[in-house]
């Protein structure tokens, strides 16, 4: 707000314009406007904001209540005062309840009293402002930082901690380490870093230095001059070199040779290294995030990462969560994913079924986000719309028929609780017994094959639970898998 305020009288009365205006001109620098009804008011305020608002109560037309509410639509933030003469104290309270009304004064007023009024709204206002340059600030801070780790998908107080890290860790210069299980987005995390820093116009390089033979590594981190090796037809430049001014990422760092991570650790220390086969020196500037899904302290008992390179890099930790702690946060990602696989495979999917839901919460993740978006992407290539269900994500999953079950809502409208045992009067089917068991109930005097029989008593329990595959191989004590190799063999 510039140290000149902006403020608006509306008043049918021009006597009592002008005395007011003659007072504050005399309290403060002001551009003071002036109205002589509501619907004056309103069109002024349409082309300038002002600070603040004083408008009178009783006016022909619209009246003060009135003006002030429609004001609060077109500014909010400026300041409303109500001129109120004797025995308006009821017409005051609803000017107070409906427009918002910041304060009032009374006619004939007190020039102490309207000095105050107006000392305090000229601090309210600049309260107000400093609080909307705030917001913007913060919101604008919270869009970068949300493009920037727009790889992590996920509301949950645990994803909320990595983002708060990463916030504060971005800016400094100092060595992350970052630890968490296989496909939890280690390299994600590390990118948001590169973004978020003021390196961020230099090259963001990652090694996996599982997926890189040890007898290459080296090349590959330092680069090598031409003869330096059989195959070195020219010189290259390593990802030390391509990260000057940049971040260099390395991922599973513990997968390194302890020879090679001597050499790192001088790098690290003296910013200088050597190309393979060359005895120059040459010197870069690089920040430094690593990262392992070993616990690091097991990693150097175990001797696969040096102690002295783990405290040289461990400036600043950043643990990521593994999906299986991260509540909801699986339902945010599989839409995410199956959105994106509609799209990239041209199918048409509505969402996930209630007992999908269950499954996926209830799921473990061994493999994290990683196994989920493998998931999502197999089933959208594997199935047709309009819902995934927990059958169709069973069948590519490694789960046990407790969880299946787990996943099957009891109760639902025309099916039995899996919890009882009812006889189908349609079928003869007993949904807890087993395939053998079924067989006993066909009828007396024929002979059936056994293929028939398990043929028949599958296909009565699917029948039976209305085409629901997993609650029915869970009621003939099998698991979806199975029902579905006797499927596709039939």
């Known amino acids: ?16 314009q002008r005395a007011l205006k003659r007072t504050l001109d005399c309290l403060l620098v002001a551009n003071i406007d002036t109205a002589s009804s509501g619907e004056e008011g309103l069109e002024k305020c349409q082309d ?50 409906e427009a918002k009304v910041w304060s009032y004064l009374k006619k004939p007023w007190n020039d102490r009293r309207l000095e105050m009024v107006i000392g305090q709204a000229v601090t309210m206002r600049k309260t107000l402002i400093e609080r909307s340059v705030l917001k913007v600030a913060l919101q604008k801070a919270e869009s970068r930082i949300k493009r920037a780790v727009e790889g992590f998908i996920g509301e949950s107080g645990a994803l909320k901690n990595v983002y708060s890290v990463i916030q504060k860790a971005a ?32 090259n963001f390089v990652a090694l996996n230095c599982a997926a890189i033979p040890s007898e290459l590594m080296e090349s590959e981190i330092f680069g090598h001059v031409k003869g ?18 940049g971040t260099l990422f390395l991922d599973e760092l513990g997968e390194m040779d302890m020879s090679l991570q001597a050499k790192i650790l001088r790098f690290i220390q003296t910013g200088t290294f050597q190309r393979v086969g ?15 899904n070993r616990n690091p302290l097991d990693a150097i008992k175990s001797g696969h990462l040096r102690e002295d390179l783990f405290y040289r890099l461990n400036v600043i930790a950043l643990h990521l969560p593994p999906l299986r702690e991260r509540g909801d946060d699986v339902l945010l990602l599989a839409n995410h994913f199956l ?10 999917f509505s969402g996930f079924s209630d007992d999908a839901k269950l499954l996926l919460r209830k799921f473990s993740w061994p493999g994290n986000v990683r196994q989920l978006q493998n998931l999502i992407h197999s089933c959208v290539v594997m199935n047709e719309g309009p819902l995934l269900t927990a059958s169709m994500l069973s069948s590519q999953l490694p789960i046990q028929d407790e969880l299946i079950q787990a996943s099957v809502p009891a109760n639902q409208t025309g099916n039995i609780p899996l919890t009882s045992a ?49 609650k029915a191989a869970n009621a003939l004590g099998v698991s979806p898998s199975t029902l579905y190799r006797k499927i596709q063999q039939w």
Do not use: W
Request: with cysteine; proline share 3%; glycine share 6%.
């Open 1 to 16: 707000m510039s140290e000149t305020l902006d403020i608006l009288l509306v008043d049918d009365d021009a006597a009592v």
């Open 48 to 97: 300038k904001v002002y600070d603040i608002v004083i408008s009178d109560l009783s006016m022909p037309g619209m009246n003060g209540t009135e003006f002030l509410k429609r004001l609060i639509q077109i500014a909010p933030e400026t300041i409303r005062i109500m001129l109120t003469a004797h025995g308006d104290a009821e017409q005051v309270l609803d000017a107070i309840n």
């Open 171 to 202: 800016p400094s210069q100092a060595s992350v380490f970052i630890t968490g299980e296989s496909g939890v987005g280690k390299e994600v995390a590390a990118n948001a870093i590169h973004n978020l820093s003021k390196r961020k116009g230099g």
């Open 228 to 245: 330096a090796f059989s195959g070195a037809i020219s010189n290259r430049d390593g990802a030390a070199t391509q990260a000057d001014n």
């Open 278 to 292: 060359s005895g120059k020196l040459e010197k870069v500037n690089v920040r430094f995030v690593a990262a392992t």
């Open 339 to 348: 959105h994106a696989f509609m799209s990239e495979e041209n199918k048409i």
């Open 422 to 470: 009812p006889v189908s009067t349609t079928t003869g089917v007993c949904p807890n017994e087993t395939i053998e068991q079924v067989a006993a109930l066909q009828e007396d005097g024929v002979i059936k094959t056994l293929a028939d029989i398990e043929r028949k008593a599958i296909e009565d329990a699917i029948t039976y639970f209305e085409d629901n595959v997993v």
